[in-house]
């Protein structure tokens, strides 16, 4: 979890009121420019929505995403083995309980990659603001 404080840089207005929690927090997928409510000012985000990004620029994002599935792997493959051991009393390897733990966090990101790039895409075609991970 990174917390940041996205704010206007002509007037400071913050888009975020202060500091807000984002998911993963590292990424390059989001609306190219964000509009301040407060000065009118436009500025640009260095982000992409999902339709204009190139196939390099695609690959970057699951790097990305791969990169901060790690934590979360570890923590829900150790959480998953410890179930399963308990449970099912039977004992698995490390291998293999980190494994377990990345199948999920993996399909996790895909289920929230996708949100965020429907989201964003529809902010996009409104001309809207939008903040996400
Ligand atoms: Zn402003």
């Not at 929690?21 to 009118?40: D, E, I, R, T």
């Not at 436009?42 to 790097?63: A, D, Q, R």
């Amino acid at each position: 979890m990174i917390y940041r404080n996205t704010k206007c840089p002509y007037c400071r207005y913050s888009f975020t009121s202060g500091y807000a929690a984002l998911g993963p927090g590292l990424s390059n997928l989001g609306v190219p420019h964000l509009k301040c409510p407060q000065c009118g000012g436009v500025c640009k985000t260095g982000l992409k929505p999902w339709s204009l990004m190139s196939p390099s620029e695609k690959t970057v994002y699951f790097i990305l995403r791969f990169i901060q599935s790690i934590p979360n792997a570890i923590f829900l493959g150790a959480l998953m083995m410890m179930g399963i051991e308990m449970g099912l009393k039977i004992e698995m390897s490390l291998t293999a309980g980190f494994a377990l733990g990345w199948s999920v966090s993996i399909i996790l990101i895909i289920l929230h990659g996708r949100n965020s790039i429907k989201d964003i895409e529809e902010a996009y075609s409104k001309g809207e603001n939008i903040i996400v991970d």
